[in-house]
């Protein structure tokens, strides 16, 4: 089984935003979100992007105003997300997302997690960690938006095999076992090569946070819940602070 960051450097970082499809629709797709949510830039304009990959969301965010502080553990990714955005306010910051508030200016506005990153923490402490860091980084009426894929809801026999993306040179499947707390995810990669078909499989594993869980925890903390959502098993929720 790999590390989180040999999994991502070593074999998906290359496929991430080939599996997306178009790069700009993707950035566009949350451009749209933010903009129905009015996470839009106040005084200090500053937004943390904590998983940021290869930049759907710190570029969304850029184009609305933001200045944006992009956190990842992958270069590759970071070098891709760098590559897209041109002249907008997107500083890369190689570091755990574990460690962000040690980059963090005061006032933050807006603080993101988006696309399953929550998931690839190591325990439920981590993610505990990490919420009380947010909430202490973020200004008052600050937003945190978290957005995570929920493997509570376990997938049976030959329907834990998921055809991810396929084109004529390369077949991507992701094969899941599920495990207490957590599952195991199996990226399995046919890429054509002029020798023929060659096979690569990288394995990590990803937590089974229950939604319910999260609420909780954001509550304690301070924050209230102003959207919550769950489409096609992805789970969506914004948090602001009041006090
Ligand atoms: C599923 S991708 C999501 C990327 C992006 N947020 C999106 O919506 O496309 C998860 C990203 O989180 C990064 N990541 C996972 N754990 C991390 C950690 N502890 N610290 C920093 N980055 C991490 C990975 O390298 C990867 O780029």
């Not at 009380?132 to 026999?157: M, P, Q, W």
């Not at 195991?184 to 890429?191: A, G, H, K, P, Q």
């Not at 946070?209 to 304690?220: G, N, S, T, Y």
Request: glycine share 6%; charged share 25%; with cysteine.
């Amino acid at each position: 089984m790999a590390t989180v960051v040999e999994h991502y450097e070593k074999h998906l970082a290359a496929y991430y935003s080939w599996l997306f499809g178009d790069f700009s629709a993707a950035v566009e797709s949350n451009r749209q979100f933010f903009i129905l949510h009015k996470l839009l830039p106040g005084k200090s304009n500053i937004a943390i992007d904590l998983g940021a990959g290869c930049g759907f969301g710190s570029i969304a965010l850029a184009k609305l105003g933001f200045k944006v502080l992009a956190f990842d553990l992958s270069q590759t990714l970071l070098d891709e997300l760098k590559s897209k955005s041109g002249n907008l306010e997107i500083t890369p910051i190689k570091d755990n997302i574990l460690n962000f508030t040690a980059h963090c200016p005061e006032g933050v506005e807006l603080c993101v997690c988006m696309g399953d990153t929550l998931t690839h923490l190591e325990s439920f402490d981590d993610a505990r960690h990490l919420f009380a860091d947010v909430y202490n980084s973020v200004r008052t009426g600050g937003k945190f938006v978290l957005v995570f894929r929920d493997y509570i809801f376990e997938l049976k026999d030959t329907d834990r095999f998921i055809p991810v993306k396929s084109d004529s040179n390369t077949i991507f499947t992701c094969f899941i076992e599920y495990f207490e707390g957590y599952v195991l995810v199996n990226d399995i990669v046919y890429s054509r090569t002029p020798q023929g078909w060659k096979l690569d499989v990288s394995s990590y594993k990803k937590l089974r946070i229950p939604a319910d869980w999260v609420r909780r925890e954001l509550i304690e903390l301070g924050f209230t819940i102003t959207f919550f959502t769950k489409d096609k098993g992805m789970i969506t929720l914004i948090a602001c602070k009041n006090n």
